[in-house]
């Protein structure tokens, strides 16, 4: 189904999925390029936001830096999945579940400020469902950004930073937690995030800043509803290749065009043999084969046996969860 979209709304979600500006006014600033004006800016995002188009304005940080986090898996039998679901998405620090098809068919990240909470969330989730829950553990992102162009064309590159994580200081988890669970739509968000925090408003920009460009932050801007937006046959693409040959197969499926993640993750030996994912967000099935049938014939890849995954329902889709305490001194 194509999804009409007013060409303002289309600009703010094409070109402001990162990159919002740290000024005191950021949505000034958009609404100066968009040639609209900061309250309509704020306007729009704030239906969009209502009517489920975007989850929320706000961050997403490299892997396992400020948090820890891992994929995991349960199969839920076809008449336990609401139950099994509704049990994952209570855990405190799941940020995204999905039915996907497969046997192993309830999929979610588990989140938390150290690998002892994500440790405890899997646990809690085997006991209370009597299921094997599969870890699997990321090894190394290839392409975990995640912003792209709905209009299908050429956008701004992405520049991957090197991750610096010896720049973290006390009171970046609680900042993060806050740009995690996404800004408020009002005219200064960052004087309200400084004033949840006991900060000034120049501390708070300056620290973003900071970690930006330390590739702690990974994307700050809106944050899409890939679903809402007409973008249904998404599919994750698990690789059953060798761990010889990620370091060649993993930076060229990246770059492949309409993959839109890509990371190499543990295998579990009895049970999950796969080691290279991917993920292809598309507007028809065909459209997301297509993708993965070209993505399958390049030469590091040809031959490797694959599984696409496609998701058919989305339970829960929310940010990170990276520190417990709210806005206690962490």
């Not at 402001?16 to 000024?23: A, E, G, K, S, Y």
């Not at 006991?127 to 190394?140: E, F, P, S």
Request: hydrophobic share 40%.
């Amino acid at each position: 189904m194509e999804m009409t979209v007013d060409p303002i709304d289309l600009r703010l979600l094409d070109d402001w999925q990162r990159d919002l500006p740290l000024v005191p006014r950021p949505f000034a600033r958009m609404g100066d390029t968009l040639g609209c004006g900061e309250a309509e800016v704020l306007k729009r995002l704030d239906r969009m936001q209502a009517v489920g188009r975007i989850s929320r304005v706000g961050a997403t940080f490299a892997p396992n830096t400020i948090s820890a986090s891992t994929l995991a898996a349960v199969a839920a039998p076809p008449d336990r999945i609401e139950s099994v679901a509704e049990i994952i998405g209570a855990q405190p620090g799941v940020n995204h579940s999905y039915l996907r098809e497969n046997e192993w068919n309830l999929w979610f990240v588990a989140t938390g400020p150290d690998r002892a909470h994500v440790d405890r969330v899997l646990h809690d989730i085997g006991r209370k469902t009597g299921l094997r829950v599969l870890d699997l553990r990321l090894v190394r992102p290839f392409n975990v950004d995640l912003g792209f162009r709905l209009t299908g064309t050429p956008g701004r590159p992405v520049t991957p930073r090197k991750v610096r994580p010896e720049v973290l200081e006390p009171g970046d988890r609680r900042l993060m937690q806050v740009l995690s669970q996404g800004l408020d739509m009002v005219p200064c968000p960052y004087q309200r995030v400084a004033e949840q925090l006991g900060r000034s408003e120049a501390e708070v920009l300056d620290r973003l800043a900071v970690l930006q460009e330390a590739g702690i932050l990974g994307r700050l801007g809106v944050i899409v509803r890939h679903r809402a937006l007409g973008w249904r046959a998404n599919a994750m693409v698990v690789w059953d290749i060798s761990s010889d040959r990620i370091d060649r197969a993993g930076p060229v499926l990246a770059a492949h065009s309409g993959v839109t993640l890509c990371y190499e993750r543990r295998p579990v030996a009895d049970a999950w043999p796969y080691r290279l994912y991917c993920m292809i967000h598309a507007r028809s099935r065909d459209e997301a084969l297509g993708v993965l049938n070209k993505a399958a014939a390049l030469p590091d890849l040809e031959g490797v046996k694959h599984l696409a995954l496609f998701s058919s329902r989305c339970f829960k889709q929310t940010g990170a969860l990276i520190s417990t305490k709210g806005t206690a001194a962490a």
